[in-house]
T-cell receptor, first 116, second 114 residues
Framework: DQQVKQNSPSLSVQEGRISILNCDYT??????FLWYKKYPAEGPTFLIS?????DKNEDGRFTVFLNKSAKHLSLHIVPSQPGDSAVYFC???????????????FGQGTILTVHP | DAGVIQSPRHEVTEMGQEVTLRCKPI?????LFWYRQTMMRGLELLIY????????DSGMPEDRFSAKMPNASFSTLKIQPSEPRDSAVYFC????????????FGPGTRLLVL
């Protein structure tokens, strides 16, 4: 049962344009969401996060939006740069009864390619 | 800080052989996680430790998989016997309890079982 889903395996964008990566989740007990970025032959690195009490978090060119009613989050990259080409994973933290389980559930990843 | 260290970076073995993957977490981190990455399922959590104690091993696929953390600076993931479907990239990650969500990943071990 895939509780965190990234339905687009890949996305191709022109340099300077906006990249929008999407993520859906099924468990309403997730209380914190993160995006990780992964280059080939490297481990994922943390990019940006958002608490479930917020609907938007911005960090430079990166903005994450959370729609709790739709159980959907998205990552916007504006403007996109060739160096942003990587695999992007969304992840969710489970909190049940006020206790964080301390583990993340990841989606399958979306390969972003930004063309010069 | 050197970050999370994993070894070997690449492993090629034959079906039936024992495989041992190693991880050194970031010093001071008290949580350690083992993940497996495949194209079909993305990043799957296999097991995680808190203060060297296994907390949740529900993601370990079969009894052929085992993990240990004998001390705060070392963990192993063992597959015995290995099978071709175990071929994947295995990541180790660690985090500090005060930073409850962000995990720091190692570079991964790419395993190929022939």
């Amino acid at each position: 049962d895939q509780q965190v889903k990234q339905n687009s395996p890949s996305l191709s964008v022109q340099e300077g344009r906006i990249s929008i990566l999407n993520c859906d989740y099924t468990n309403s007990m997730f209380d914190y969401f993160l995006w990780y970025k992964k280059y080939p032959a490297e481990g994922p690195t943390f990019l940006i996060s958002i608490s479930s009490i917020k609907d938007k978090n911005e960090d430079g060119r990166f903005t994450v939006f959370l729609n709790k009613s739709a159980k959907h989050l998205s990552l916007h990259i504006v403007p996109s740069q060739p160096g942003d080409s990587a695999v992007y994973f969304c992840a969710a933290n489970l909190n049940a009864g006020g206790t964080s389980y301390g583990k993340l559930t990841f989606g399958q990843g979306t390969i972003l390619t930004v063309h010069p | 800080d050197a970050g999370v260290i994993q070894s070997p970076r690449h492993e090629v073995t034959e079906m039936g052989q024992e495989v041992t993957l190693r991880c050194k977490p970031i010093s001071g981190h008290d949580y350690l996680f083992w993940y497996r990455q495949t194209m079909m399922r993305g990043l799957e959590l296999l097991i995680y430790f808190n203060n060297n104690v296994p907390i949740d091993d529900s993601g370990m696929p079969e009894d052929r998989f085992s993990a240990k953390m004998p001390n705060a600076s070392f963990s192993t993931l063992k597959i015995q016997p290995s099978e071709p479907r175990d071929s994947a990239v295995y990541f180790c990650a660690s985090r500090f309890r005060q930073n409850q969500e962000t995990q720091y990943f190692g570079p991964g071990t790419r395993l190929l079982v022939l």
